[in-house]
């Protein structure tokens, strides 16, 4: 796509819901007062909930949805449930007999559905509705970590630790830290900047949970190596995880003819200017200190926009671990190989930063259902620029913005570059 194409692709709004799990005062776990008592939303009422929310927050008419897309990794595994195509169609009465489709590209699906629908607009198509979902939380963490660890080379790659992921990744952050010196006090500040912004974040999964320096920055009783991997082990504490979380985000995805059936002008949108979508070879692992496929799927996306990094002013990167934002800032442009942390560390990606990173508290404070988390960076992004994030809003609402949504270790991602039609 380029910004030449006839038709253009906007984000009328959307709405994300609560990502709740372990660790959010509402979830109920062993110890919770209303254990016994209620149940945790299934991943039917957070659907619903989140498709709800946003046809109220655009006031887009459901009859006037000629597709949708939804993004879900694993609903077989964690919730027995799959086909969630026919899922969406019954989230209102209005969706029944539309074109619903699933996608799945593991942690990056939410991402690709969003990719399906701006493909959909650009093919003549007017209002898309595009979803994502997850609920995880039905099993433990260790059992999860096994349905998780499909979005790598299962046959090759499960047996590296029982959390295969987090694994993965503490084989990245040794490599990483060992060839650029950074420490872990520069992996901490990643850590502790997702928790402050969760915690001005009322829909955050880890919107009570403090986390300070002393805590992000060393292995302790209260953040614990967790890995039995005795390499990778040191390499990564509870804090530098993103969460096993519930939850679910919705947004309509519309052209301009679509704005105008909704009663709407380009100034109540965002545009969106330009994607790149790269995958690589899942049998085939290569450096582990650069994001290859992330740093192919900008290049894209910023050729087809014509717009360099520098003009970026609010970006969501895919942190699935602490690590993964460094390397995400690096492969987007934003800092030179081994310089991350260095923008974290002078506060430029703080919310009231030059550049603001992950302001909702990114995958490691707002938490991570995996199928919804590349909707609800776009939503993230829109809300920034529309000025209804809240306690978290940015000094000044931004004009451009980015997405990076990865899957897997770096082997599907989707790019995607926003303007604020405003
Ligand atoms: N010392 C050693 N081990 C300890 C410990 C301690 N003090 N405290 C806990 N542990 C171990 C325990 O063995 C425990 O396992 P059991 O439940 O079997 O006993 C395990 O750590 C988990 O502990 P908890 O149950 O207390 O913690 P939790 O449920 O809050 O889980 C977490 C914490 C393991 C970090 C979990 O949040 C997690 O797995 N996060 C990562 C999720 C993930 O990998 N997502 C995918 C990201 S990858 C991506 O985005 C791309 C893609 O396509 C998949």
Redesign the pocket.
Same mark, same amino acid.
């Given at each position: 796509m380029s910004t030449a194409h006839p038709r253009r692709v906007f984000v009328l709004g959307g709405a994300n819901t609560a990502f709740i799990g372990? @660790?959010h005062p509402d979830f109920v776990w062993k110890n919770h007062a209303d254990f016994g008592k209620r149940e945790n939303p299934t991943i039917e009422e957070h659907l619903a909930t989140a498709v709800a929310d946003a046809f109220t927050t655009t006031g887009v008419d459901p009859e006037r949805v000629d597709k949708g897309y939804i993004g879900n990794f694993v609903g077989e595994l964690f919730c027995q449930q799959g086909h969630l195509g026919a899922a969406l169609a019954g989230c209102h009465p209005g969706l029944a007999g539309k074109a619903m489709t699933r996608v799945e590209a593991?942690? *990056?699906s939410g991402g690709l559905a969003l990719a399906s629908a701006i493909d959909a607009i650009r093919a003549g198509n007017d209002t898309v509705l595009v979803a994502g979902v997850e609920v995880q939380t039905t099993v433990?963490?260790?059992e999860? *970590?096994d349905y998780?660890a499909r979005?790598s080379h299962y046959r090759r790659q499960r047996s590296i630790d029982e &959390?295969t &992921?987090?694994a993965l990744f503490g084989r990245r952050t040794k490599a990483y830290r060992e060839r650029y010196g950074v420490t872990e006090e520069d992996i901490g500040r990643v850590a502790v900047k997702a928790y402050a912004n969760a915690n001005k974040n009322p829909l955050a999964h880890m919107k009570a949970r403090k986390m300070d320096l002393a805590t992000a920055a060393a292995a302790g009783?209260r953040n614990?190596? &967790?890995l039995q991997h005795p390499e990778y082990a040191p390499f990564i504490k509870?804090s530098d995880?993103?969460?096993?979380s519930d939850g679910a985000s919705a947004c309509l995805v519309v052209s301009e003819a679509g704005l105008r059936a909704a009663g709407k002008t380009p100034a109540d949108a965002i545009e969106i200017v330009g994607y790149g979508h790269s995958t690589a070879s899942l049998y085939e692992d290569g450096d582990l200190t650069q994001l290859w496929t992330t740093k192919a799927a900008a290049e894209k996306a910023y050729a087809v926009a014509g717009i360099v990094p520098k003009d970026v002013q609010v970006a969501e990167v895919?942190d699935? &671990?602490t690590v993964t934002e460094l390397l995400m800032l690096e492969a987007v442009g934003f800092a030179d190989p081994g310089q991350g942390a260095a923008l974290v560390r002078d506060g430029v990606t703080n919310i009231d930063g030059a550049l603001p990173v992950n302001t909702g508290g990114g995958?490691v404070g707002f938490g991570?259902p995996?199928g919804a988390t590349g909707v609800k960076q776009a939503v993230e992004i829109w809300k920034q620029m529309k000025g209804r994030s809240g306690a978290y809003q940015m000094p000044s609402a931004p004009g451009i913005g980015l997405t990076a949504n990865?899957? @897997?270790d770096d082997r599907t991602v989707m790019v995607t570059l926003y303007r604020n039609a405003g």
């Amino acid at each position: 796509m380029s910004t030449a194409h006839p038709r253009r692709v906007f984000v009328l709004g959307g709405a994300n819901t609560a990502f709740i799990g372990k @660790g959010h005062p509402d979830f109920v776990w062993k110890n919770h007062a209303d254990f016994g008592k209620r149940e945790n939303p299934t991943i039917e009422e957070h659907l619903a909930t989140a498709v709800a929310d946003a046809f109220t927050t655009t006031g887009v008419d459901p009859e006037r949805v000629d597709k949708g897309y939804i993004g879900n990794f694993v609903g077989e595994l964690f919730c027995q449930q799959g086909h969630l195509g026919a899922a969406l169609a019954g989230c209102h009465p209005g969706l029944a007999g539309k074109a619903m489709t699933r996608v799945e590209a593991a942690c *990056a699906s939410g991402g690709l559905a969003l990719a399906s629908a701006i493909d959909a607009i650009r093919a003549g198509n007017d209002t898309v509705l595009v979803a994502g979902v997850e609920v995880q939380t039905t099993v433990s963490a260790r059992e999860g *970590a096994d349905y998780l660890a499909r979005a790598s080379h299962y046959r090759r790659q499960r047996s590296i630790d029982e &959390f295969t &992921f987090p694994a993965l990744f503490g084989r990245r952050t040794k490599a990483y830290r060992e060839r650029y010196g950074v420490t872990e006090e520069d992996i901490g500040r990643v850590a502790v900047k997702a928790y402050a912004n969760a915690n001005k974040n009322p829909l955050a999964h880890m919107k009570a949970r403090k986390m300070d320096l002393a805590t992000a920055a060393a292995a302790g009783d209260r953040n614990p190596c &967790f890995l039995q991997h005795p390499e990778y082990a040191p390499f990564i504490k509870m804090s530098d995880c993103s969460q096993v979380s519930d939850g679910a985000s919705a947004c309509l995805v519309v052209s301009e003819a679509g704005l105008r059936a909704a009663g709407k002008t380009p100034a109540d949108a965002i545009e969106i200017v330009g994607y790149g979508h790269s995958t690589a070879s899942l049998y085939e692992d290569g450096d582990l200190t650069q994001l290859w496929t992330t740093k192919a799927a900008a290049e894209k996306a910023y050729a087809v926009a014509g717009i360099v990094p520098k003009d970026v002013q609010v970006a969501e990167v895919h942190d699935c &671990f602490t690590v993964t934002e460094l390397l995400m800032l690096e492969a987007v442009g934003f800092a030179d190989p081994g310089q991350g942390a260095a923008l974290v560390r002078d506060g430029v990606t703080n919310i009231d930063g030059a550049l603001p990173v992950n302001t909702g508290g990114g995958l490691v404070g707002f938490g991570h259902p995996v199928g919804a988390t590349g909707v609800k960076q776009a939503v993230e992004i829109w809300k920034q620029m529309k000025g209804r994030s809240g306690a978290y809003q940015m000094p000044s609402a931004p004009g451009i913005g980015l997405t990076a949504n990865m899957g @897997g270790d770096d082997r599907t991602v989707m790019v995607t570059l926003y303007r604020n039609a405003g």
